[in-house]
């Protein structure tokens, strides 16, 4: 049981961690969007794109439509207009010929790839307008925060 300090505290952390993280995202989605429209993808293309690229195995389009919130036929158009621009691939499922798995093409996992630059670049433009001292301060904290985490491992110690 936390008591009333421990709580603020930890209300103050989590809106600041909100705001710190809002702030990444913001540069994030602009940079994102601009991409999207370099490529001429529409926003639920996108989505698609998205799933289906980081997806370890193809999917079915039906599971696409249900993770995306999307209806079947919806779902099934924003892959065609992917196939068209030779994002994703559509296959024949050996076990049921009833269903088309989608996968991303090279293409397609190269713009999925470039959303983690873009989360790279937008943390490198905040973390180049902070002060070295609050840079630092913020490196470390980080790392002491991390380290409590029981899925974190230092990447600099593998």
Same mark, same amino acid.
């Given at each position: ?11 103050? !952390? /989590?809106? +600041?961690? =909100? ?8 540069? *994030?989605?602009?940079? %994102? ?53 030779? !994002? /994703?691939? +559509?296959? =024949? ?8 798995? *989608?996968?991303?093409? %090279? ?52």
């Amino acid at each position: 049981m936390t008591d009333a300090a421990t709580t603020s505290r930890i209300d103050a !952390l /989590v809106a +600041r961690l =909100e705001e710190f993280l809002g702030t990444l995202r913001t540069v *994030v989605d602009n940079d %994102a969007l601009d991409r999207i429209a370099d490529v001429g993808l529409h926003f639920s293309e996108a989505r698609v794109l998205l799933l289906v690229g980081e997806s370890p195995k193809p999917l079915p389009i039906g599971q696409i439509a249900e993770r995306l919130d999307l209806s079947v036929a919806a779902a099934g158009r924003n892959v065609d207009h992917l196939v068209r621009k030779g !994002l /994703v691939r +559509r296959v =024949e499922c050996a076990e049921d010929r009833r269903v088309r798995l *989608v996968s991303a093409t %090279a293409e397609g996992l190269g713009h999925v790839t470039g959303k983690r630059d873009i989360w790279r670049g937008a943390m490198r433009t905040v973390a180049e307008r902070l002060p070295a001292d609050v840079a630092a301060d913020l490196e470390s904290a980080l790392g002491a925060a991390l380290s409590h985490h029981p899925t974190y491992h230092r990447k600099d110690t593998e």
